[in-house]
């Protein structure tokens, strides 16, 4: 059964990352931009990591540029403004596609999992937000509209069952 654990990605600095290495932990799977409607909800994600990570939570924020063209800077312009207007200490990886031929496997995985309204799988906006617990399955999906905040039961509950 795949899970998780079974995907790489590629950081923002531009190193490969084994997704295992938060083996155990419950994750928040994020795409998100710097130029969209709903990126005050880094604030939001900032405080889930900072509330969360002593119990071992993590988020995981996978940069977009599908929606609107809201993500166009690079690396180095994408960790700039995540450090300076929200003070980011969460992951953040090298910019993705989530949707379409050229979407990231684990994107893909994720959707596959937890389909959208209506069974559509498809991603239909930046800040769309997947839950995965210590076992490396998806719990549920939330949509760009769900704050953060609104999140934290969940989180609750997915730290308190057993991996």
Known sequence: ?????????????????????????????VNVASHCGFTPQY????????????????????????FGRQEPGDATEIRQFCDTQYGV???????????????HPLYRWLKEQKPGVLGTEAIKWNFTKFLVGRDGQVIARYAPTDAPVSLADAIEQALSAPA
Do not use: H
């Open 43 to 66: 604030s939001g994600l900032e405080e889930l990591q900072q509330r969360f990570a002593d119990q071992g939570f993590t988020v995981l924020a996978f940069p977009c540029n599908q």
């Open 1 to 29: 059964m795949t899970t998780l654990y079974d995907f790489s990605a590629t950081s923002l600095a531009g190193e490969q990352l084994p997704l295992a290495q938060w083996r155990g932990q419950v994750v928040l799977v």
């Open 89 to 103: 200490t969460f992951p953040l990886f090298a910019k993705i596609d989530v949707n379409g031929a050229d979407a």
